[in-house]
């Protein structure tokens, strides 16, 4: 359920209401998401003015960094504003090159979670989700066990709800037959509209939409038509390819990361945004 404007309105996951315009704190962490911040003091302050703007969904990982974001959230946050909603994921690690291994048997799944509520000084985590898939697309099998052992630390109390990443259709269904699945985060944006009938069909169930990578990940987006309608707005490509974002379904959340001020002002004006049904169609012909 969606409601408002300001902030994009809100969205209900389970019986959490969040901003669906939320931060990622990925970028919080080093370059390539690897060891420390340049500026720690910058990343603190991010974080703080994430808050104060009314924001209260944070996405991350223990495995940012590894372990460096969530420590900056406890820095900057704790103790936690009552209404925020921390998101993070399990499913995968870091090794010693930088490198992102799966982490997926029912024992790493749980060192994840544990690490997660250590880390970020929580006894229960909001929302968790399990990683699947490669790095931009799913890949095919069953989530049984891997899903099984989510549901598991869910009844002990350890995560309140339980989300997917980089996963298909068929996946999203075979992990509801195990526990309810409360948001979905795959690699989308307006040049990349593989799951577009998947969207249609998750907000028919209620189930929030979260995509990773919403201005085209490590390469920007580019495209002369993002560049047109953002000189009629006046606003950034950037700012329209997240507003096209928030208008292409009531049950999409939006997560882009920063490590400055600045350009998190400039994120969340982007939901301030109208787009004509003119420039819904120029923005829709990207994708081809």
């Known amino acids: 359920m969606t409601t408002g404007t300001s902030l994009g309105g809100t969205f209900t996951m389970g019986d959490l209401t969040v901003t669906r315009m939320g931060y990622g704190a990925m970028q919080l962490a080093g370059p390539h998401v690897f060891g420390p911040p340049k500026d720690r003091a910058e990343a603190v302050a991010v974080l703080r003015e994430v808050v104060e703007l009314g924001i209260n969904h944070i996405d991350t990982s223990d495995f940012y960094g590894p372990h460096v974001t969530n420590e900056i959230i406890k820095e900057a946050l704790h103790p936690y504003p009552e209404d925020l909603v921390i998101v993070t994921k399990v499913g995968a690690k870091r090794d010693a090159e930088g490198g992102w291994p799966h982490a997926r048997s029912p024992k790493e799944l749980r060192e994840g979670v544990e690490e997660n509520l250590r880390r970020l000084s929580l006894d229960a985590i909001d929302v968790v989700n399990l990683r699947l898939g490669g790095f931009s697309a ?5 989530v049984e066990e891997t899903f099984s052992a989510m549901a598991q630390m869910q009844q002990e109390g350890l995560i309140k709800h339980l989300g997917l990443s980089t ?15 409360v948001c979905v ?3 989308y944006n307006v040049a990349n509209r593989e799951d577009d009938q998947l969207i249609e069909s998750l907000a028919g169930d209620g189930i929030a939409y979260v995509p990773y990578f919403p201005l085209g990940g490590f390469n920007p987006l580019q495209s002369e038509r993002l560049e047109a309608v953002a000189a ?4 950034t490509p950037m700012q329209v390819a997240l507003a096209w974002l928030l208008a292409r379904s009531p049950n999409i959340l939006l997560i882009p990361g920063t490590s400055s001020r600045g350009h998190l002002r400039e994120n969340v004006a982007a939901a301030e945004l109208t787009l ?9 012909a990207i994708a081809g």
């Open 276 to 284: 004509s049904e003119a420039d819904l169609a120029e923005l829709n």
């Open 167 to 181: 996963v298909s259709a068929e996946q999203i269904a075979e992990a509801q037959t195990i526990a309810p699945v």
């Open 232 to 235: 009629r707005l006046e606003a």
């Open 185 to 187: 985060q795959n690699m």
């Open 138 to 142: 799913p890949e095919p099998g069953s």
